[in-house]
């Protein structure tokens, strides 16, 4: 099974910052990885598909990069909206699906 | 507007069964990919069961043989049928649509626990 591991597990920045998370797999997932964010009671909403490509609606400030094994997310001026919790998926062995642990941005 | 709608969910004893619906507007089940994915309290999403546009299904090696997946046409609707429930299968469950390999649609949620 292919695990994903994000670094940090919890990351503090403010208003403005520029942010990155990490996403490590286990093996490569040439470029089948999406990102989500998701606020606290809430589902998670794709914000990235194929490592770099912006779902409808999300925006620019938002970018994915990265092929194989390491894949970057990067906010590149992170407003309020954005504190949540973030996961990488990859879905090389689709039909099945695995998720990373997850990033907190917090303030 | 595409949505999806989820509903069964409740406490169960260990063992026990229940069915999950999954109402979609906007949309038409049987010409998607649609999944279940769940979470557990303070962990990531799990990817729970899958199927096709052609009706197959998969599933998640932890729910194999105890869950199934279904989804009726006529009403629009996905099921998981889940039996033989144990306390790891505590979380909410989501139902989504699967986009470009991704979960581009996902519902509100509707919360299992599994305890006596």
Same mark, same amino acid.
């Given at each position: 099974?292919?695990?994903? $591991?994000?670094?940090?597990?919890?990351?503090?920045?403010?208003?403005? !910052?520029?942010?990155?998370? $990490?996403?490590?797999?286990?093996?490569?997932?040439?470029?089948?990885?999406?990102?989500?964010?998701?606020?606290?009671?809430?589902?998670?909403?794709? =914000?990235?598909?194929?490592?770099?490509? =912006?779902?409808?609606?999300?925006?620019?400030?938002?970018?994915?990069?990265?092929?194989?094994?390491?894949? $970057?997310?990067?906010?590149?001026?992170?407003?309020? !909206?954005?504190?949540?919790?973030?996961?990488?998926?990859?879905?090389?062995?689709?039909?099945?699906? $695995?998720?990373?642990?997850?990033?907190?941005?917090?303030? | 507007?595409?949505?999806? *709608?989820?509903? @069964?969910?409740? +406490?169960?004893?260990? @063992?026990?069964?229940?069915?999950?619906? %999954? +109402?979609?507007?906007?949309?038409?089940?049987?010409?998607?990919?649609?999944?279940?994915?769940?979470?557990?309290?303070?962990? @990531?999403?799990?990817? *729970?069961?899958?199927?096709?546009?052609?009706?197959?299904?998969?599933?998640?090696?932890? *729910? #194999?043989? /105890?869950?199934?997946?279904? /989804?009726? #046409? &006529? #009403?629009?609707?996905?099921?998981?049928?889940?039996?033989?429930? /144990?306390?790891?299968?505590?979380?909410?469950?989501? %139902?989504?649509?699967?986009? /470009?390999?991704?979960?581009?649609?996902? @519902?509100?949620?509707?919360?299992?626990?599994? &305890?006596?």
């Amino acid at each position: 099974d292919i695990q994903l $591991t994000q670094s940090p597990s919890t990351l503090s920045a403010s208003v403005g !910052d520029r942010v990155t998370i $990490t996403c490590r797999a286990s093996q490569s997932v040439s470029s089948y990885l999406a990102w989500y964010q998701q606020k606290p009671g809430k589902a998670p909403k794709l =914000l990235i598909y194929k490592a770099s490509n =912006l779902d409808s609606g999300v925006p620019s400030r938002f970018s994915g990069s990265g092929s194989g094994t390491e894949f $970057t997310l990067t906010i590149s001026s992170l407003q309020p !909206d954005d504190f949540a919790t973030y996961f990488c998926q990859q879905y090389n062995t689709y039909p099945t699906w $695995t998720f990373g642990q997850g990033t907190k941005v917090e303030i | 507007e595409v949505q999806l *709608v989820e509903t @069964g969910g409740g +406490l169960i004893q260990p @063992g026990g069964s229940l069915r999950l619906s %999954c +109402l979609a507007s906007g949309f038409t089940v049987s010409g998607n990919y649609m999944s279940w994915v769940r979470q557990a309290p303070g962990k @990531g999403p799990e990817w *729970v069961s899958a199927i096709s546009s052609g009706d197959n299904t998969y599933y998640a090696d932890s *729910v #194999k043989g /105890r869950f199934t997946i279904s /989804r009726d #046409k &006529s #009403k629009n609707t996905l099921y998981l049928q889940m039996n033989s429930l /144990r306390a790891e299968d505590t979380a909410v469950y989501y %139902c989504t649509k699967n986009s /470009r390999g991704a979960f581009d649609v996902w @519902g509100q949620g509707t919360m299992v626990t599994v &305890s006596s």
